[in-house]
């Protein structure tokens, strides 16, 4: 069965994006994991480790956010 998980940002100027996050979670199969964005554009990574981005609309940081 493959997992989902998705992550939901804002900027300040309020344009919203979101990251999904699908990985295999089979056990006896091959592993694999795919990131897919929208609104977002890399920007590296946080000091946590995290995937950083920005706003694909204004270029502002974006910041996590609940649903």
Same mark, same amino acid.
């Given at each position: 069965?493959?997992? /989902?998980? $998705? /992550?939901?940002?804002?900027? &300040? !100027?309020?344009?919203? @994006?979101?990251? +999904?996050? #699908?990985?295999?979670?089979? &056990? $006896? #199969?091959?592993?694999?994991?795919?990131?897919?964005?929208? @609104?977002?554009?890399? !920007? @590296?990574?946080?000091?946590?480790?995290?995937? !950083? $981005?920005?706003?694909?609309?204004? +270029?502002? &940081?974006?910041?996590?956010?609940? !649903?």
């Amino acid at each position: 069965m493959t997992m /989902r998980s $998705y /992550r939901y940002f804002i900027c &300040p !100027a309020g344009h919203q @994006g979101t990251e +999904k996050t #699908s990985e295999n979670d089979q &056990p $006896y #199969s091959t592993p694999w994991e795919s990131i897919t964005t929208q @609104g977002l554009v890399n !920007a @590296g990574e946080d000091s946590m480790g995290y995937k !950083a $981005y920005v706003c694909e609309v204004c +270029k502002k &940081p974006m910041v996590p956010c609940s !649903a």
